[in-house]
């Protein structure tokens, strides 16, 4: 059967020359070939290392900016061949055979990850890891050149498959660093994924590849030994087989037997670093350091990680990350029940089980949320203003950009100039918050706040300013707020302190009724824009064809006319703000 030529795939294969190739990848031809004949291999990438987690170090080869521009397009274009080839091989038409219909590779693809590379081994007998030793570097020069030649998705001409090849390849080889190295291993490692899965589903194993990492998994009773044998006079010690190393020595690749290991149901079973026995999850250990940590640092503000044999400090925004991840793991784990524990045959076991995993998603969205509600409202660098919606910060940091030197504290001149201010991010973890669009959700966070930083212990260093319309639903939240914390809003002031580092601002604008903040802005100015035949509306339900609301007011308008914008009436606002930011300043020097 002739191979199916798909439209990404042709826009590459029919290149013959190098105009061809830099109006494939919109360059300009000069721009193109300075990076593959000009510059000096020298110029071309920034060398350096960084520690494993497993020892040792890892080098880096990070391309310069233009080469970087350029393999970043190249492997955009390589991602959507390989996606359609993948999609034809699990729809079944690849080559016209059903041999593989699962994805394979999980590595460095939208949509997948190391959470779905570990959902294909959950609940095994049997899940047995290696992986192939110095994967970059093992694929040389020639390797790339002869796949874009000779793959039946391309069969490059072969001064363009040696130009992909210059591109791509440092030192003879793919360089860790380059946007184009993930892809291309997944090219030049598919059709050893091919040749494993074919082994893998003769013994009646699950196989994935993750970059470098191999993994098979069965419930067989014994597990196939052409892919890993128990070493003779041992019960536990399990290496490769001999099926295995044929097929990735002939592949080009070599496996690393120090990564070898076989994880049998009765311990802990893990697969690119996530325990799959019953659901896939973070480790015990791993999860319970992060939870030490974030005591550290909600008790003292300071957490610490242990690096090369010493302690040393942790930023915050590294442990966010780690629980970030915890988060995005615990979102997406599979219930999935052990063949022995089955809901119908086991069904007190299946409970105390579906209770313990409740109890733990509970304790761990405690543990988040206050994560979010430290580095959100405590422990912040820059004062955090809080707007009714997204649009309301986009707006006030473009007046800051524009006239930012008449307030010192909103806004610093050096280099490009620096807003001093943070801005609320209305995001899809808004639960963790409390705080949705609109002024509503303000009121429950307002009265709750003392017990949202209960759980820190140091002083915020920082204000947090909330802002609300100067309508009703912004009144009756001063109001609220006035109420709940004994201050009289409705003795006119720029803003007012609440309680802890929280402040709020009505949005000023004298002799108004009811005020938004798109009435700060000149109305006949307002009045006067238009995308096309359409006008600007404030409501948030309206006719597209006839108006255009908030974003694109922001995106099409704002932005690009702001240093012709008159500003003036966000001056009370932005006076407002630093007089709030003064006042916190002031608090704390009085403070023991």
Sequence with gaps: MPPIVTQSSSRLSNVKSLDQLAAVLGEQTKVLSYWLYKAEPARKYEQYSIPKKSGGWRHISAPRDGLKRIQGKLSRLLAEIYNDREQRRVNGSFDGSRTSPYVLAHGFKDKYSIIT?????????????????????????????????????FRLDPAVATMIAQLTCFRNQLPQGAPTSPIISNFIGHMLDIKLNKMARKGNCSYTRYADDLTFSTNEESFPPAIARLVAGTTDEWVAGDGLLARV?????????????????????????????????????????????????????????MKGGKWTVLPPHRLQGRLDFIYSVRRSRLKIPLDHVAKKQFPIEYMKREALFCDQQKA????????????????????MIVGEGITDGLYIRAAIKTVGPAYPKLYHPSGDGEVLVNFYKHTDKRKFYQIGEGAAPLRSFIAEYPKLMGRFKTKPKQPVILIVDNDKEGRDVLKAAGSRWQKDTSVPSPFYHLVSNLYIIPLPKPGATDVCIEDLFDQ???????????????????????????????????????????????VPLLEAVQGAISDYEVKLSLTP
């Design 524 to 570: 006949t100015w307002l009045a006067a824009q238009n995308i096309g035949a359409r006008k600007f509306t404030k409501k948030n339900d309206f006719d597209s064809a006839t108006y255009f609301g908030k974003a694109d007011l922001v995106g099409q308008i704002v932005r690009p006319q702001r240093a012709t914008i008159d500003w003036s009436g966000f």
């Design 364 to 383: 761990f969205s405690t543990l988040y949320k206050n994560m979010m509600n430290y580095m959100t409202f405590h422990g912040i660098e820059k004062p």
């Design 249 to 305: 020595y002939a592949s080009g690749f070599r496996v690393n037997h120090d990564k070898s290991r076989m994880q049998v149901a009765s311990s802990r079973q893990d697969a690119t670093g996530l325990t799959v026995n019953r659901t896939v999850n973070v480790s015990a250990t791993y999860y319970k350091l992060a939870r030490a940590m974030c005591d550290h640092l909600f008790t003292g503000g300071t957490c610490h990680e």
């Design 117 to 153: 590379n570990a959902q294909m081994h959950v609940g095994k007998r049997f899940v047995f890891n290696t992986d192939l030793e110095d994967f970059f570097p093992s694929i040389s020069f020639g390797r790339v050149r002869s796949f874009f030649r000779l793959d039946t998705d």
